[in-house]
């Protein structure tokens, strides 16, 4: 999409939205393949709003770090999934781990002169492969300077649908033990780093130990993207075609917010098959959206379940 048309897109919801402090993340893919990026981050920033990306940090440099933020940036997530046998082989680069370490270590260098400039965090894919290592991780991690971390799994999606990377009942509840424990855990220098799971799934006892809030799916609620081929949908991990609310290159965007995005909004065709019946149906309305393929089968993954098929539950 050209940041003419994307452009088109933010004075729409400048004109019509009543909430002003949005904002904006840029994905993908891998954002800094565009080289007109920082046109697109000012086009943002001239119309109030903030702006982020999420990087794998191939092609960070110090020089596109600064260019990046003289066109407004004001927060980053870089993909970090593990020490450098475990990210690369994820990765399937071998150069992937060095670059990422080389960008953190300068935005870290970058937010301790000027700390209130940019807010960054790592996000972590958990896996068979890389489960084991996550305690000697999250030192390095801290040793680092890294004040902040997100934690995800892999979910059956894409390629992961096809592959045997996804956690088991018990490695899963593993990860949730371990998560809770590190959000209070110092290390021998009494410091620590601020751990979320993601908002993959609810979690039954699990919820606020393993994360700040309690589990929502706010696609559609107070989340939209907007494809690169002007598809609207929810947050880009949800890529059901029953899921996608309209294409900006036919409606304005608010328009197809205010009037779409009624499938997100009542969530009652979810309740079938497993759902149907379950006890916590209120406090998870389905799962997460990314988990649904269409409207009519039963959600992928339910992440209550699998914690409650653990030994020992």
């Not at 000012?42 to 982020?52: S, V």
């Not at 972590?124 to 489960?131: A, D, P, R």
Request: some cysteine; aromatic content about 12%.
């Amino acid at each position: 999409m050209s940041v003419e048309d994307f452009s088109k897109v933010l004075d729409d919801i400048k004109e019509r939205n009543p909430v002003k402090n949005l904002t904006v993340c840029i994905t993908g893919g891998e954002p800094l393949v565009r080289n007109d990026l920082e046109d697109a981050g000012r086009e943002i920033i001239r119309r109030g709003f903030y702006w982020g990306i999420v990087t794998n940090g191939l092609l960070f440099t110090k020089e596109r770090f600064v260019s990046l933020l003289n066109a407004g940036m004001s927060s980053m997530s870089f993909s970090l999934d593990g020490f450098e046998k475990e990210h690369n082989h994820l990765r399937q680069n071998e150069s992937s781990f060095e670059k990422v370490i080389s960008a953190l270590n300068t935005v870290i260098a970058f937010q301790k002169k000027y700390p209130q400039r940019i807010m960054f965090d790592v996000i972590t894919c958990v896996h068979k492969g890389n489960l084991e290592i996550l305690r000697r991780f999250r030192d390095f991690l801290i040793d680092m300077g890294i004040s902040y971390w997100r934690i995800f799994s892999i979910f059956p999606n894409g390629r992961a649908h096809e592959n045997d990377l996804s956690l088991n009942p018990d490695e899963y509840m593993l990860l949730m033990d371990f998560i809770s424990e590190t959000r209070s855990y110092k290390n021998q220098d009494g410091k620590s780093i601020h751990l979320n799971y993601s908002c993959e799934g609810y979690l039954g006892k699990y919820e606020l130990k393993v994360r700040d809030h309690f589990f929502f799916c706010r696609g559609g609620i107070s989340i939209g993207s907007v494809w690169c081929n002007g598809n609207v949908g929810a947050c880009l991990s949800v890529r059901a075609p029953d899921l996608i609310q309209g294409n900006v290159y036919e409606k304005k965007f608010m328009d197809i917010w205010n009037n779409g995005f009624q499938n997100m909004r009542n969530r009652d065709w979810a309740k079938i098959g497993k759902c149907a019946g379950c006890k916590k149906w209120k406090l998870c309305m389905g799962n997460g959206m990314h988990l649904h393929q269409n409207l009519t089968d039963e959600v992928d993954r339910c992440n209550y379940g699998v914690l409650c098929s653990a030994k020992g539950v």
